[in-house]
Structure formats: C-alpha cells, structure tokens
C-alpha cells in the first residue's frame, strides 16, 4: 500500500475533508551510474564543505540566503511556520470550468484519497459535483517546502489533484521562438490534401496502443552489449519537405496512410510512377498472402504488434501503423 507524499485538509466553503496525496505516476526510464572509464569504480555525489574539504551530514545542513555581505540562515520548520495554513490545509478558492484551463498549464498528477472511510460520503459527493459540473476546484498550497497552485478533478470515479505552472512561469513563444510564422498562406489544393491525411490518420485514443520503445531499445542495447552482439541502429531522420515538394508529399502521405481495402489495388496498377512509398508496397505483398493470418494479427492492439515486431527484429518498427505491422509480421508466417 502506498504512502501519501502529503496529508492534509481539503476544504470547499464550510465542508472539510482530511485527505492525502499519493502518486499517480512511475517512470520506466533505464538509470546508469556513473564510473570512471576503464574501471568498474562508481563516481559518487558527496556533501563537501567547500573550506575544509570535508563530507557534511544532512542533518548539519540548513538553507542560506546570501544577503550580500552574510548568509541568513533558515531553517526548515521556519519555512513550515509562514506557509499558508502552516502546510497542511488545501481550501479551494473557486470552481472554474474545465476547458478555460490551457493543457500548458498541467504539470504533474496526483491521486487524492479520503483519510479514512467515514469521510467517504464528503469525498464521493465533491466527486459526483465535479465530474457533473465539468469543474475543476482550483486552489494554493505549500508541499515540502513549495507552494503550488493546483487543480482539482474528479476523473473515473476519484479525485486528482493536478499541479499547475504559475502563470510567469509559461513562456511567450513568439519571444521563445525565433523562426515561428505570423501568417502563412497554403493553397485550397494543399488545405485540402492536409484535411484528408488529418481525416487519413484519424484514430481513437488508446494510450494501451503506445509504448516507450526507446527503453526497449536501450534494454536490447544492453543485452547485446553483455553478449558482445551488435544491434540495428536507428533509421536516420526524415529530411525536411521544402515548399516546392509540399503537395507532393501531402499526396504520397495520404496514400500511405489509407487501409490496404482502399490503396491496395491502385498501389498495384500505379507502382512506382506514383510514388508508391515502400510502407505501400508492403501492403500490397501482404495481401497476397495468407488471409487467415493477416486477419488473426489485426484482432491484435498495436502494442502487441509491436511487441511481436520486436521479437522478430522487424526494420523499422518503431515508425511503422498498426496495419504496417501486421502486414510485416504476416510476411514473415
């Protein structure tokens, strides 16, 4: 059972509910250590005072402000006693409408649970009102040592608590970015070509569907690194489309994106005096082949395509669609 990062009173009008704050969400990322090249000896990070040279405990280190001409000294339960509500009570200041909140704004993602089950009316009636109200309760509050602003949700039948950047701390990407276009003048024949490959590429949310496959690839890096065996390195990055080559490539993008039911048979008769690109190709062949087959990994969802995919070392899987692979494993039956 997992611990609460932070536990305190929630609070909306006259209504209070003790509650706390667990993590919604892990990382997968492969850590390294550091070590010296050629050994085996790790490099570690030490708490040195800088004078004497000499590793310092935690419990001997306290925060200091340089003022200039001397250090003010603070300890951590100081900054416990001027935190609003002395750190432990998160009063809503308003409910504001879900959509009037920028996605840039979201930052990280916690799971809020009553602090007992005798509170589990408050928490499923602030729940209920939210989900209904399509609302979100936002409020400040201070988290080891922090304030933030937050939001909070009702999503799948619980609370979420959302933590949100201040509003200096979003950049204005007209100053962050020097080459973003003002205006941008596209023929019909392009606005059109886009539309379809956007209609093309159409999809329904799954995040089931995707997967982080560069940790696959660092854990195979790895394996092979320990077998003395070589891995298949990355295909190199698309070149940039020029304003000239745009509807063609809108074209032949559209193409490829389509289902063999419907490019499969003009594929053929055009080849390549089309375009036709290699991911096209290979859904002709595959229908060629046997159907039963094809028809078994389609039922499939793309992350177990993919994972299949990788145990059969299928080029370029990472950027293939989900029929693309199924087309690719059905080559290989």
């Known amino acids: ?54 590793e310092v405990e935690l419990d001997d ?14 300890e951590p339960g100081e900054l416990d006693d001027i935190a609003p509500g002395r750190s432990q009570t998160l009063e809503i200041s308003g409910f504001v ?28 009636l602030l729940q209920t009102a939210l989900a209904k109200a399509n609302r979100a309760g936002v409020a400040t509050f201070v988290m080891r040592g922090r304030e933030y602003l937050i939001a909070l949700k009702a999503e799948d039948g619980i609370l979420t608590l959302h933590t949100l950047h201040w509003a200096d701390e979003i950049r204005d990407p007209h100053r962050e970015i020097p080459d973003l276009p003002r205006t941008t003048r596209v023929s019909a024949s392009e606005m059109e070509m886009a539309e379809q490959l956007i209609s093309a590429l159409s999809m329904d949310w799954d995040p089931e569907d995707f997967q982080d496959t560069f940790q696959e690839k660092v854990s195979a890096l790895i394996e092979a690194k320990k077998s003395g065996e070589t891995v298949e390195k990355a295909e190199p990055p698309a070149e940039a489309t020029g304003a000239v080559d745009l509807m063609k490539a809108l074209r032949a993008s559209v193409e490829r994106a389509r289902s063999p ?47 299949k995919a990788a145990a059969a070392h299928v080029p370029g899987r990472s950027s293939m669609t989900h029929d693309e692979l199924a087309d690719a494993l059905a080559s290989r039956r």
Not at 24 to 49: C, K, W
Not at 61 to 74: H, N, P, Q, S
Request: glycine share 10%.
């Open 1 to 54: 059972m997992a611990r609460p990062v932070w536990a305190g009173v929630l609070s909306f009008g006259l209504v209070s509910l003790p509650v706390g704050l667990y993590t919604a969400t892990d990382s997968h990322t492969i850590r390294f250590h550091q070590l010296q090249r050629g050994t085996a000896d790790r490099i570690r990070n030490r708490r040195v005072n800088e004078r004497t040279g000499k």
């Open 61 to 74: 280190i306290v925060k200091g402000y340089d003022a200039g001409d001397e250090y003010v000294l603070v």
């Open 97 to 124: 409408d879900l959509d009037q909140v920028a996605p840039i704004f979201f930052d990280k993602t916690y799971y809020v649970g009553p602090k007992g089950r005798e509170y589990a009316k408050v928490y499923g």
């Open 261 to 307: 039911k419907d490019t499969g048979e003009k594929a053929t008769a055009s080849g390549t005096a089309r375009g036709s690109t290699p991911a096209a190709k290979k859904r002709v062949t595959a229908k060629s082949r046997s159907t039963s087959s094809l028809g078994s990994l389609s039922s499939l969802t793309k992350a177990e395509l993919y994972k």
